[in-house]
């Protein structure tokens, strides 16, 4: 059993930086990959950013390259998205999931959190 909180959503002007977090149950947080997704409306949920298990190791939507960062703190127990220079095309619900595998795919994670809000004015 996992269960993840996501939060730090907001509104924020175009270009502007937000960083949107995601706590964790602390029994087997470390075992697991943790990636973040997001889901506009009207859109399928769309894979952000993944990182392993000891956090050496990330992957990123050609969307976020360059921009966003995925990081988290096993000692934590949290996961973290630091969203920079942020586009109106970013506007979404932004989930946090955990998973077995190092994966892209939203069907490779058990468990997820409820979301937070990101929209982006331009």
């Known amino acids: 059993q996992v269960q993840l909180v996501e939060s730090g959503g907001g509104l924020v002007q175009a270009g502007d930086s937000l960083r949107v977090s995601c706590a964790a149950s602390g029994r087997t947080f470390s075992s697991h990959f943790m990636g973040w997704f997001r889901q506009a409306p009207g859109k399928e949920r769309e894979f952000v950013a993944v990182?392993?298990?000891?956090?050496?190791?990330?992957h990123y939507a050609d969307s976020a390259k360059g921009r966003f960062t995925i990081s988290r703190d096993n000692a934590k127990n949290t996961v973290y998205l630091q969203m920079n220079s942020l586009k109106p095309e970013d506007t979404a619900v932004y989930y946090c999931a955990a998973g077995l595998f190092f994966s892209t795919d939203a069907d490779e994670y058990a468990y997820w959190g409820q979301g937070t809000q990101v929209t982006v004015s331009s």
């Open positions: 990182i392993n298990r000891n956090g050496d190791s990330t």
